[in-house]
């Protein structure tokens, strides 16, 4: 299955809307988007604010726009993931 790299930009947030926004993430997306798979996300913060980057592995990016419609989430730019790079295996 395709995966994407979601980059989203929350600006000046609290870990607490972090964590509340990530919970409605996972929510919307076991409830409707079954075909959609969550790996994992990084949080960085910026003189903006909080920006993350999520991995997530779809059939299509506009299934992963919907998802992040459907959650109340930006979707501020949507990258083709092309591979993985794992320090251990070099």
Known sequence: MPRYIIQRNLGKVTEQDLKAAARKSKQVREASFPDITWEHSHVVQTKNGMRTYCVYAAPSVERVKAHA??????ADEVFDLVADVDPANL
């Open 69 to 74: 419609a459907a959650a109340g989430l930006p």
